[in-house]
Structures are given as C-alpha cells and as structure tokens.
C-alpha cells in the first residue's frame, strides 16, 4: 500500500515540476516590463516608489510582480493593472504630452486585460497600431468626473471567457512633429477577430467621433459601455439592433443626438439600457419602451425629449427595478423664488388606465411635468413595497402628505417632494421611518407644528429640507435627537421661540444649518452653541430676532466655515477675534444689520463678501486691514472715523465693490484708490471727503457705478472722466453673481446586480449660494435696491451735494452707456453740453441747484430713455426744448427756478425775450438750504 502512495507523490511532484517550469518568466516579456516602468518613471508623477517588485535580476520572477498576472499554463503575460500610476496628472489633469508608446505593449503577445485607468494619458504614441488586449480600462483619464449631482464609479471587468480572445482594435492616428498621436476611436470594418466579445468596457476616456456602423458584427457581445466619452452623432440603431444578445448598453454622458433609434426595440434581451446625459431629443417612443420587456434598469434622463410619455409602456415589464427618467428643466432660482422655468418633457401615469407588474426600489422622476391635466401623485406608487429612492420633486403635484408611501415601503432611504403643491398637515407614520436618511419636501404649502417627537420617528435622518413652507410654533427638542444630521434647513418658515439647546449641542455633524427668515428669538450662542462646530460649513441665521454676543470661546479643533450670515438680527458686542480669523476659509461673511461696536478685527477676512453695514462699528485699523482676496467689501452705516486706509488699497486686486457710505470719514481719497484693476461699484457718499477729486479714478477702467455724493468734494470735475467705460456686466466678466460652493452629501447606493458593476448611486452635489450682491443708488429722485441681474446692467454717476466748481466737462457726453447722471447741488457754471445728446441710453439726469447759464441744448429731445429730467435752480434761458418724445412728459418743477426759461410747460410764453437775464436766485441762508436737502436725501437712503 505504501509504493503506489509514494508514486502518487512523485508524479504530483513531477506535475508540479512541469508546471513551475512552463510558468517561468518569458524573458522577452520580462525585459518588456523593465522598459516600460523605466517610461512611467519618466513620464509620471507617482510620489510613491514605482513598482519596487519590477527589478532587473534574472532570479526574480515577474509572473510573481505586482500587478502582473501570468497564464498559468505558457507563463506569458495575460493581465497588467497599471491604474493610478500617474497620481498627480490624474487629478489635476494638466499634462497636455502624457501620451504611451505603443511599442511598449508590442512584447505582451498574450495581453488580455490591461488596466492603464486613472492616469491622465492622452492617446498612443507610435507608427504603429499595438496588439491591444480584450479589455483596455482607461477609466476617468481627467479625474474624479461628477455631473448633474452624480458621482462616477469604477466600470472595469474581469471575465474567464474572455482569456481565450484575440481582439484586435484599430485606433485613429494624427501626426504630431512627427510623431504619432491616437486622439480618438475608431473601428475596422473587419472586426472577425471581436466576434467572441462578450464584453466591451471603454468607458471614462475622451474619444471623440462618431459610433462604428460595424458594431452589430461582434455577434456575442452581452455588455458594452462607452460612457463617459466625447462620441456623438445619432446611433447606428440598424446594427445595434443585430446584438440581439445584448443584455447591458450604456452610452450616458457622450454627445449622441437624434431621435431614439425605433431599431433598439430589437434587443429583446437588453436589462439595462442608459443613454443618460445626451442630447436625445423628439417623443420617447412608448413603443421601443413597451418591447423591451426585459429591462431592470433604464435611465433616459437629462436629454431633450419632448412631448407626451405614457408610463403605461412599463405595463408588462415585471422585472423592472430602477426607472430614471428626470427632465432637462433648466431653472434659476432668485433668492426664495423659482423664476424661470422651461420643459416640454411630460409624463403621464394615468391615462390610459394599467396596473403595474414590477415592484421597483428606485423612482426618479423629476422635472417631468409629472400628471399635467390632474396635478395627482401616481398611482401605481400605491402597488409598491421595496422602494429605497423616490425622487419626484418639480412636478406642481397637489394633495397631502403621501405617509402611505413611508409605510409601505419600509426600506426608504430617500423622498423628495421638493417644489410641488402638497399642502395641509405634516405627519409621519410611528414607526416604518427608522432607514429614512433623506427627506425633503421644501417649497410646498404644509403648515401647523411639527409633530413633538419627530426626531425620535426618524432618528437616522441625515438631510432634512423644510424650507419654503409655512410651519409655525415651537421647533421641538426631539430634533436635537437627529444626531446624524449633516444638512438641516428650516428657512423661510413661521417658526418662533427658542432654538432648542439639543440641536446646537447634540448635533455635531452639521455641516449646513439654515434657520433664516423665522421668528426664532433669545441668545442662541449663550445655550449649547458656544462654537462652532468644526463639521459646519454653511450657517444663515438671517432675518430672525435673535440677540446676545457671539461665543467667546475658541474652538479646539478649529472652525472652517465657508459661508456666515447672521444678518439682520439683534446681535451685538465685539466681533470675537477669533471669529474673525476663523472666517480666512470662508467666502461669504454677512453680519450686518445688527448692533457690532468696537473695532473691526484685524483677523476679519473672507475670499468673496463682507458685510458688516449697518452696525455700530467704530475703527477700521489701516494697519492690519487685508483686502487681498476680498471682491465685495460692505461698510455701510457705522461710525467709522478717519482716513481711508491707504497701504491696504495697494494689493486689492480683486476688489469688486467697495461700500463705505453712511460713515464719518474724512481726508482724501487715496490715489491707491485708482489702481483697483477690477473695482466695478464705488460708494462713498455720506461722508466728510474733502479735496479735488482725484484723476487717478480715471483709471478704473471697469467701474460701472460711482457715487461721490454728500461729501464736500472741491474744485473741478476730471475731465478724464470720459475714460470711465461705465459698462454692463455683460460686456465685464459677472463679477457681482451671488457667491456659492458646491457641498457634496452622503452617498446612497441601492444595489444592482450587472455585468458592468452598475449599482444606482444618487450621489447628491448640492450648489449653496450666499445672497445675491446688491446695492442702493439714487436715481430717478428715489433710492432703488438693485441686486442680481438687474444690478449688471446698471451704470451711474453721483457728484451731487458737494462744492464742485466750473464748467460741465463735455467730455462727459462720450460717457454712451451711463444710465444715471447726477451733479446736482453743487456751484457748477457755464452751459449744458451739447455732447449730451449722445447719451443715448441715459435715463436719468439731475443738474439742478447749480449755476448753469445759457440755453438748453434742443438736440437732448433725442434722449428716447430720459424718464427724468431736472434743471430747476439755475440760471439758465431762452426756450425749452420742445415737447416731444420723453420731454413731452416733463412737468414744470423740471424747469421751476429759472425765471428766463419760457415756453411749454411753463406757464411763460417765448414771445418776449429779456435781454440780460438777473443772476441765478439764491437761497437767503445757502448752508440752512444744504443741510435742509441732506436731510432729505439721508430719508432716502
């Protein structure tokens, strides 16, 4: 019994002999691998050692090397996994001449999968085209790609039956100082040698082109991605249709056009299908849909589609799981309100009437005009059990709350009812709410309390939205029990009473809090929030009644806010210097409208807004003020004292606005002032400037609005001033858009078992933005908030109610664009130019209360947009200009105070003419006039 044990033994041994030998390293291949990590040396930027196993020592065995797998029985080289190699070009995405040799693949005469992903490579180099393998994975060659909210994920493979392949794929060559470069993908018309091809991942590169009219010759292809490319044009639909074995098609996030090809509804096999991210555009045939009724998975969202789409076509499909059909709704939200809208998709689930074979786990219908005629929330909801996503938001539905959908579905993780008509009572189920982590129904109509218990209902809630509703009464303290919560946003609503001191304690994954326009009040810092939480990004308290100081205490782990707005409350005390220096990550810090005193920090900075107007604050250190990043600085309102800095203007390079208005400054007006190279708003009125205005404000090539106002300004008026562009922000850059960041939220993955590793990710990216920029000017005898849009197409130019001397330069008539035009209350004399004509979009001007003499030029009846003209207390003569065009709706107080003008309106006729008009009338006590007409102009502001 013992001998044919120990022969056993010795043929295993001699097996295993055999097989060790014939697995040896071919040399060839291995001195192929020596060359090649010898170029990614040179050609990349991996910071780790590269490949330390890749050595030359002929005992080393590179079968055995990282990233190397061998075929078990020839030894040759059959897989090569070289992702991520180039780190730094993969995420940054800046080296134009990072292309690979195709002569280094030339010794891998097996090579079956090779995976180059991550790494920034922008084509082939060589003259001639490599033996590629079976699976070539360059997946997301230019970084993380994220798109409409969703995150890319890996889409590489690995198959057995793919081992036994010989796939050749022909590339496009152009010749770059005379090398080649591949820069897109094409395919043979001999494509023989891809019939076996089960599966073809070429996803996340940047081809370009059209798709091959050959690809119904690889007969066994089951999946095929090209997604995430530059490939256009419409589908070859006549050979797609020949696969007939296809089980997966992913073409999203490329250029295809056209109609959806009626040829697909062939692939009578196909179980996922997205086209997602294209520009597909026509009716979505119903009956393409309707044929394919083996789809799981179908995803036609963010094309052009129009027309009518009847949810009826999904009757017979009972193996249907997930269904994304989310509408190109392109919509612009102003402040609270949603503006502008435009979408000609439509769903309809109702008509004709059907009842629904699958039990889907995600539903996302957005954007969809969803039951246009009846305004009613589907169905066939009511017939589902497993749902994990529902996301139909945007789709004017009425009705009250569908907790029916919660408790029947007790696996929902997301709801989103966001900006629909729902209204009446909030409720949520008891239980059935513990694997809810997304809930949002903001910009609808429910009103009443929010139920006490609510954060013991859903205590794993992770993002809740309320927003844009009409709550009220107390916020419960069972929200502190949310512990999870990362965004919670409760603005504009009727909430009052105290902030719960458990939400501010409890709740230390905040990273969004929005409690704005409410009726919170008490001194919420002084309760649990005696920092900030070092999670928190985004806090706006805005529009509440809420008082105290802010929190003394410095954070230990430090703050990193990106955007503060607590305006318009009752806050008061210092702004804490650590407060101040904590803001040097954020972009946007609004704190005005409240009670601050004391000194502006040396600490306080921000890279986009700060908004400190309207406060109590005394003392701008010149010294320590740093306006190197900030665009929009406001400082409206205080009680600062002084000169303007001057060293501190000297490196404001991207200074945008500058308001100071409403303070106790005085001196100059620092040249530096001048060289701001991107100053579009300045505002200094209400001050104690004094001195000549100086020239160097003619350097400001782009200011579009300057008010100098009610200051004691001397001398002349520049003549340089028609250097001045006074442009729209159209012609500028839109430097006064409201300032954002985009937050990326909790990753939710409802698994989905496919060829191609696709689960359904809803990875959410959500745009936070501040408040629009926005500003006060007098035009057209009011005071007007301009802000947004409306603020980029305004112009004007304020030098009234100061001491300005001489003529009218009629340079200023070059000045086309301008808008506004005030130099009114001042002691100018001489004529009106008759450059003034040719301010053709001028709608507004004030000359009055100066010492202007001679006649009105006629030719300013040619002003089409003047809605106001004012010329009252001169000195000025002779006939007004006729009353035609805007100067036919000028009344008499227009003229009122120049005695020697006549004709209509006024009552004085032209038919006698005095021969040398008396000087101007003058008040008896000029300075009691000025200081009545401050007071005036301060009410208006």
Known sequence: MEWPLVRSLLWVLVIFAHIHELRACIEEERMGLLELKAYLKSNTNYTEPLLPSWVYDLKSECCNWERVKCNDTTGYVIKLWLSNINHETYIYADNENWFLKESLLQPFKELRILDLSRNGIRGWQGNKVPALPVVVVLWDLYGVHQTFGVKAGYRGFYSSKLAELNPKLVHSWHNKGGTVFQTSFLWLSNMTNFRSLEILDMSGNTFTGILSPYIGTLSSLKAISLSQNKLHGNLHAKDLGMLKKLEELDLSENHFEWILPPCLSRLTSLRLLDLSKNQFSGNLSSSVIANLTSLEYIDLSYNRFGGLFSFSSFANHSKLRVIRLKGENYRIEDGNKIVNESNTFEIETENPSWEPSFQLKVLVLPDCDLNKLSSNIP?????????????????RLKGSFPVWLIENNTRLQLLNLRDNYFGGQFHLPIDHCSNLSWLD??????????????????????????????????????????????????????????????????????????????????????????????????????????????????????????????????????????????????????????????????????????????????????????????????????????????????????????????????????????????????????????GMIPNKLCWLKNIAIMDLSRNNFSGTIPHCFHDLKFEKIDAFDGLTEPNSTFLEFRDIIVPYQSILKRNFENFEVEREVAAEIGIEFEMKYRSYFYKGGILDLMSGLDLSVNKLTGGIPPELGQLSPILALNLSYNELTGSIPNTFSKLTQLESLDLSHNNLSGEIPSTLIDLHFLAVFNVAYNNLSSKVPDMKGQFGTFENSSYEGNPFLCGPPLEKSCTRVDKSPPSPIKSSNASHEKCFVLKQLEGSF
Request: with cysteine; net charge neutral.
């Open 379 to 395: 169905k066939f909801l009511f017939y589902q059990q497993e749902l994990e996503l529902v996301d139909i938001s945007h789709n």
């Open 441 to 690: 129904f903001s910009y609808n109509n429910f009103h009443g309390q929010l139920q006490e218990n609510i954060g013991k209902m859903i205590p794993n809630l992770q993002y809740l939205n309320i927003s844009q509703n009409h709550f009220e009464g107390f916020l419960p303290s069972s929200i502190g029990d949310m512990s999870n919560l990362e965004k919670l946003d409760l603005s504009n609503n009727n909430f009052s009473g105290e902030v719960p001191m458990k939400l501010v304690a409890n709740c230390t994954s905040l990273v969004v809090l929005k409690l704005s326009y409410n009726k919170f009040h008490g001194e919420i810092f002084s309760k649990g929030f005696r920092y900030f939480n070092s999670s928190l990004r985004i806090l706006e308290l805005k529009n509440n009644q809420l008082t105290g100081t802010l929190p003394t205490m410095v954070p230990a782990t430090g703050s990193r806010l990106g955007l503060l707005d607590i305006s318009h409350n009752g806050f008061s005390g210092l702004i804490p210097r650590w407060l101040a220096g904590n803001l040097r990550y954020a972009w946007s810090a609004d704190m005005s409208n409240n009670f601050f005193e004391g000194p502006i920090p040396c600490e306080m900075h921000a890279f986009i807004l700060i908004d400190l107007s309207h406060n109590l604050l005394s003392e701008w250190s010149p010294s320590c003020v740093d306006l190197y990043t900030i665009q929009h600085l406001f400082l409206q309102g205080n009680k600062l004292t002084g000169s303007l800095p001057k060293l501190s203007f000297n490196f404001s390079f991207h200074l945008v606005t500058l308001d100071i208005r409403d303070n106790k400054l005085s001196g100059r007006i620092p040249n530096a002032v001048g060289v701001l190279p991107n100053l579009r708003i300045l505002l200094l009125s209400g001050n104690n400037f004094s």
